[in-house]
């Protein structure tokens, strides 16, 4: 069944104006077009343009989407990848809803958030327990990590290590937005803060380590969504800046 870019508009909400610019730029083109200069749609276009509108949820850029979905790779691997990065955009949302209920009922009755609170992530063991359930079986499924047995979680500890992650990770995306050079003065010094805040913590890095790790990511689908999922480039990026890191660290290492 072929379908006239107006029924394909009705169907998926998209605008004849977006469809027509679509088709100009070659991410979306018509199965056919029609003798009486008609744009003819079939299945496997709507499916394309469900991944199209998948991508445009997590705001990447058209020419981004086009280029990912120019790589020879089956839709269910694509849309694998697609509901990984949108799981993650959904618990940073829940995480950043809840504090913000909480700062709202706070103000609500006279009583602002303070300092950690302003940042809080989850509340309580079982909803970090929850928070890395997913994780832990995708490790544990695809590279056969064993998963201990349910160990006591420190709440106030685990919520200053994601503050400090996410203060982390944001720096680098608003680095990458204002093309900062991941060779820059400033970025090799945000790492060296982390792997510091890392140490403090009980998770020791060497700048090595770190390069590894990023590299890591880069390379699995689940990490890298969750990065890209914040900003597209970022798993590249913190990559670039990681191996920079590693090649010439501070003199004063992590002992900052």
Known sequence: ??????????????????????????????????????????????????????????????AHIQSLLEEERKRGDILAEQREMLRSRQRRLDSILQTLEKSLDGAAAGEELRGK????????????????????????????????????????????????????????????????????????????????????HGHPATPADFAAQARFFLSDEFHRAMLEGQQTGLAYFLLAAAEAYAANPPEAGLNR
């Open 1 to 62: 069944m072929l379908y006239t870019v107006k029924e394909v508009s009705d169907l998926s909400g998209v605008t004849i104006k977006t469809l027509h610019h679509y088709h100009k730029i070659g991410l979306l083109k018509p199965q056919e077009i029609s003798e009486a200069g008609y744009r003819l749609y079939g299945e496997r276009e709507l499916e394309r343009l469900q991944e199209i509108l998948f991508y445009r949820e997590l705001e990447l850029p058209l």
């Open 117 to 200: 609170e302003l940042f809080v992530g989850f509340t309580d063991e079982a909803e970090w327990r929850e928070a890395l359930q997913e994780q832990e079986e995708y490790l544990s499924q695809t590279y056969g990590v064993e998963i201990p047995g349910p160990q006591p979680i420190d709440v106030p500890e685990l919520n200053e290590q994601a503050k400090e992650a996410m203060e982390f990770t944001s720096k680098l995306v608003e680095a990458l937005r204002s093309g900062i050079s991941h060779q820059d003065e400033g970025i090799q010094q945000i790492i060296k803060d982390h792997l510091a805040f890392m140490t403090k």
